[in-house]
C-alpha cells in the first residue's frame, strides 16, 4: 500500500504523517507506532508524529460558555413569546391584567428557551439553561422586592417631612382642617416610647439570654437539652401571642396598667429566645483549648466564662444583641395589648399608655386623613432608617476584624497556648 | 479480630484483695462562688422552661371561661362573640383562613425561596454572594408592618387585576371562583404578602443547607459530565432534602402566625370562605388583633385570648416539628459519606 493510498483511506484526522512533502522529501514512510523525530529540511512536517487517535472528537460544549448564538436564542425566544402572549392575551381571548400578562410571558419566554436551545445545541443544555434562568430570575425577583420596598418607603416618606417638627413634637395639636397640619405634628412621642420600651427589654431580656446560653453551654448539665428544646419552641411564638400572653397574665390580673414596662415585658418574650440561640451558637465556636487552659491555670468556673469565654464571644453577642433589637423594635402586635398607643408624649414608660413608632402606623395608616397617612409613612421611614442602622452595626460586629488585629488576635492566643503548653521531648516522655 | 494469645491469667489472691485500695470516686467541689454562678445560670434556664410553661397556662386559664360558653362547638362554629351564655361563636372561619393564608404563602413563597437559596449558593459570583447574604438577612429584619403598608397601597392594586384575571379564566379550580366581586382585601393577597416576607427566612436556612453539601460529591458529579442543574439535582437537593422540609415548615410557622400584614390586608368576617380571590377571610392572628379595641361582650376579651391559646399551640407543634428535622439534617444524619 503506497502513502498516497493511506492518506486517503485514513479517517479525517487520523495523523498518519503522509503529508505529501514529507513523501517527496524521505521517500521512507515511518511506521507510526514508533515514532522518531525525522529531520526535516522543509519544516512542514509536523516534528513528532503522535500515535493515531481513532476519530476526531466534537468540540466539548460547556455550559457555562455563552457566546453570541446564546444571546439570540435568549432575544428571540424573550421577543417572540411576547408576541406570541400578547396575540393570545389580547386579540383571541381578550384577557386583561399586567400582572398576569407578565407571568405569562415568563412561562412561555421559558417554554421558548427550553425549545431553541435544544434546537440549536442540546436538550440536556437546555435544561440546565432553563433551570439557571428560573432561579436567577427568583432571586433577582427578590432582591428586586427588597430594593423596592426600601426605596418606596422613602419615596413616599421623604417629600412631605418637616424635620423639625417630627421629631419635637407628638399628635397632641393635630388639627383635622389645618392645611399645615405636618407642621404642627411630630412623632417624638413614639419615639420616645420605642426608646424606653426597647431598652427595658434590653436591659431584662439580654443578661436572662447570656445567662441562658452559658447554661445551655458551658455549664450544661441536667435539663439543659429540654430548656435549648423550650427556647426553639419559644423563638417560634406568634408576637401576638406574647402581647395576649402578657396582658393576661398581668393586665387582666391588674398587677400593671397599660404601660410602656408591659409592653417591654412583651419585646422580651420575644427577644429572649432569639437572642440566647444566636449566643448558644457564638459561644459553642469559641475554641475549647481556651477553656481548658483557663481551668488549668486553677481558675474556677465563673472566672473562666467571665474572663475568657465572654471576651472571646464579645462581639458575638453584640451582633445578636444588635439583630435581637432589630426585631423588636418594629414589633407591632404585642404592643397593641399592653403599650396601648398614645398620641401624646409619655415620658414614664411605668405609669400610663405608651405611644410607639409601630404603633403610630398601625393607627395613623387607618384613618382618613391624608396628613396622618403621610404621618404614618414619616414613622415607617423612620423606622426603617433605624432598622438599617442596627442591621449595619451588627454586619460590622460580626465581621472579622481586619488583618492586623486578627493577626494579632491569633498571635496572642498562640503565645498564651504556647506558655501553658511547653512541648516535652518524645524521649523523655518514653522513658 | 481477637488474637488469641492464650496467656496465663492471674487469679486474684483472696488474701491480697483487702490490700488493693478502694478507687476514689472524683467529685469535683465548686467552691461558693462557682456554686453560686451555677445556680444563677440554672436558674434562668429554669425561667425559660417556666416563662413557657407561663405562657400556655395563662392562655389556657384565661380562655377558660370562653371555653366553657361555647365547648367543643368552638372549633366548628365562626359566629362574632355572643353576649349572654347562647353561644354560636368559634374559631372556625379564622382557622381555615389561617389554613389558607399559610397554604397560599407556602405555594408561593417556598419555590421562591429555594431558587433564591440556590442562587445564593450555587449561581451567585463569588464576589456578590456575601453582599447577596446580606440583603436576604435584612429583609428579614424588616418590620412586618412595612411589608404590611407596601402590601397594601402598591401590592395590592396591582393584584386585583391577577385576581380579576384568574377570577375569569381560571375558574374551574373551586378556590378560584369568584362570585361576590370586589377582589381587594382577599385571602389570596394576604398569602402573596406572608409568602414574600417568609421568602428571606426559608431562603436563610436552605441556603446554609445547602452548601454543606459535600464538595467531594459534587466534585464527582461534575468531574462524570453533569451540568450544573443535574449537580444540583443528584447532590445538592438530596443532601438537603431533610434541611429544605425543615426550612418551609418554620416559614409555615411564621406564616401561621403573621398578624399585622394580614390584618392590614384583610377586613376580616365571621365567614368560613374558601373563595380565595374575593373579599373577605380572617385569620385567627388578624381576629385578636383587630377585635382587640372593641371588648364588648359578655366574655370580655376571654374568647380572644382561647383563639390566642389555638394560635400558640399550633405554631408550637409546627416550628418544635420543624427545629427537629432541621437539626437532624444539620447533624449529617443520613449521609453516606
Request: aromatic share 8%; charged share 10%; with cysteine.
Amino acid at each position: 500500500m503506497s502513502p498516497d493510498s493511506i492518506s486517503q483511506t485514513a479517517p479525517e484526522g487520523v495523523l498518519v504523517t503522509t503529508t505529501s512533502a514529507s513523501t517527496q522529501s524521505n521517500p521512507v514512510v515511518p511506521d507510526p507506532r514508533t515514532p522518531q523525530p525525522v529531520p526535516d529540511p522543509v519544516g512542514t512536517v509536523p516534528p513528532t508524529p503522535s500515535a493515531p487517535r481513532p476519530r476526531r472528537l466534537p468540540t466539548p460544549i460547556r455550559p457555562s460558555a455563552f457566546g453570541a448564538q446564546d444571546v439570540a436564542v435568549l432575544v428571540g425566544a424573550a421577543v417572540s413569546s411576547l408576541c406570541l402572549v400578547w396575540i393570545v392575551f389580547y386579540q383571541l381571548t381578550s384577557l386583561s391584567g399586567g400582572l398576569g400578562f407578565l407571568i405569562c410571558w415568563y412561562l412561555a419566554f421559558l417554554g421558548l428557551t427550553w425549545f431553541g436551545t435544544a434546537q440549536v445545541i442540546e436538550r440536556q443544555v437546555a435544561t440546565d439553561r432553563v433551570v439557571a434562568t428560573i432561579v436567577v430570575s427568583a432571586a433577582m425577583l427578590v432582591v428586586g422586592i427588597i430594593v423596592f420596598i426600601v426605596a418606596w418607603v422613602t419615596y413616599k416618606a421623604v417629600p412631605s417631612i418637616h424635620w423639625g417638627p417630627l421629631f419635637t413634637k407628638d399628635q397632641k395639636y393635630f388639627q383635622v382642617a389645618d392645611p399645615n397640619a405636618l407642621n404642627t405634628v411630630g412623632i417624638l412621642h413614639a419615639i420616645i416610647g420605642t426608646f424606653e420600651q426597647v431598652a427595658l427589654a434590653v436591659l431584662i431580656g439580654v443578661p436572662f439570654a447570656v445567662a441562658t446560653a452559658i447554661y445551655l453551654n458551658e455549664v450544661r448539665g441536667f435539663g439543659s437539652r429540654t430548656v435549648r428544646t423550650v427556647v426553639t419552641a419559644m423563638s417560634g411564638t406568634p408576637s401576638v401571642v406574647a402581647g395576649v400572653f402578657i396582658y393576661s397574665m398581668l393586665i387582666l390580673t391588674h398587677v400593671l396598667s397599660y404601660s410602656g414596662f408591659a409592653a417591654s415585658l412583651a419585646l422580651v418574650v420575644i427577644l429572649l429566645p432569639s437572642v440566647t440561640r444566636v449566643v448558644e451558637e457564638v459561644l459553642r465556636v469559641v475554641p475549647s483549648g481556651l477553656r481548658e487552659a483557663s481551668q488549668a491555670l486553677g481558675a474556677p468556673e465563673w472566672r473562666t466564662v467571665w474572663s475568657v469565654v465572654l471576651p472571646t464571644a464579645r462581639s458575638g453577642v453584640v451582633t445578636a444583641v444588635l439583630l435581637g433589637i432589630a426585631r423588636i423594635v418594629g414589633e407591632t402586635a404585642p404592643l397593641l395589648f399592653t403599650a396601648f398607643g398614645s398620641q401624646l408624649i409619655n415620658w414614664n414608660a411605668f405609669s400610663s399608655d405608651q405611644g410607639a413608632l409601630p404603633l403610630v402606623i398601625w393607627s395613623d395608616v387607618r384613618q382618613a386623613q391624608p396628613v396622618l397617612i403621610d404621618l404614618a409613612f414619616q414613622a415607617a421611614f423612620v423606622l426603617m432608617v433605624l432598622v438599617l442602622i442596627l442591621f449595619v452595626l451588627a454586619r460590622l460586629f460580626s465581621r472579622p476584624k481586619g488583618k492586623g488585629g486578627k493577626r494579632k488576635a491569633n498571635q496572642s492566643e498562640d503565645d498564651f497556648m504556647a506558655r501553658i503548653f511547653i512541648p516535652i521531648p518524645i524521649e523523655e516522655r518514653e522513658s | 479480630m481477637a488474637i488469641d494469645l492464650d496467656l496465663p491469667t492471674r487469679q486474684p489472691d483472696p488474701d491480697r484483695q483487702s490490700a488493693v485500695p478502694t478507687p476514689i470516686t472524683i467529685t469535683r467541689d465548686y467552691s461558693t462562688p462557682d456554686k453560686v454562678f451555677r445556680r444563677g445560670v440554672q436558674a434562668s434556664g429554669l425561667g425559660v422552661f417556666l416563662l413557657l410553661v407561663a405562657i400556655g397556662s395563662f392562655l389556657a386559664w384565661s380562655g377558660w371561661p370562653a371555653f366553657k360558653v361555647a365547648g367543643w362547638g368552638f372549633f366548628t362554629h365562626s359566629g362574632p362573640v355572643q353576649i349572654g351564655s347562647k353561644a354560636d361563636f368559634g374559631v372556625l372561619a379564622s382557622l381555615t383562613g389561617t389554613v389558607e393564608v399559610a397554604f397560599v404563602a407556602m405555594l408561593v413563597g417556598s419555590p421562591v425561596a429555594i431558587c433564591t437559596a440556590l442562587f445564593l449558593s450555587e449561581y451567585a459570583p463569588l464576589g456578590t454572594r456575601r453582599s447577596l447574604i446580606a440583603m436576604i438577612d435584612l429583609a428579614a429584619a424588616i418590620p412586618s408592618i412595612i411589608f404590611g403598608l407596601w402590601a397594601f397601597f402598591e401590592l395590592q392594586p396591582n393584584v386585583v387585576g391577577l385576581s380579576t384575571w384568574m377570577g375569569n379564566h381560571l375558574a374551574f379550580i373551586p378556590f378560584f371562583k369568584v362570585t361576590s366581586p370586589p377582589l381587594n382585601a382577599s385571602i389570596f393577597i394576604a398569602g402573596l404578602v406572608v409568602g414574600i416576607m417568609i421568602v428571606p427566612i426559608v431562603a436563610s436556612i436552605c441556603r446554609e443547607v445547602f452548601s454543606l453539601a459535600p464538595p467531594g460529591e459534587r466534585e464527582a458529579a461534575l468531574a462524570l459530565g453533569a451540568s450544573r442543574w443535574q449537580m444540583i439535582r443528584t447532590v445538592v437537593l438530596p443532601f438537603g432534602r431533610g434541611g429544605m422540609i425543615g426550612a418551609i415548615m418554620l416559614g409555615l410557622g411564621r406564616a401561621l402566625e403573621e398578624t399585622i400584614a394580614v390584618s392590614i390586608i384583610l377586613g376580616g368576617s365571621y365567614k368560613v370562605t374558601t373563595q380565595i380571590l374575593q373579599h373577605g377571610g380572617s385569620t385567627i392572628s388578624q381576629l385578636i388583633a383587630t377585635n382587640f379595641n372593641q371588648s364588648g361582650g359578655a366574655l370580655g376579651l376571654h374568647d380572644l385570648l382561647l383563639c390566642g391559646f389555638v394560635l400558640f399551640l399550633l405554631t408550637l407543634v409546627i416550628n418544635l416539628a420543624a427545629s427537629a428535622i432541621v437539626n437532624r439534617s444539620r447533624s449529617g444524619a443520613g449521609v453516606d459519606l
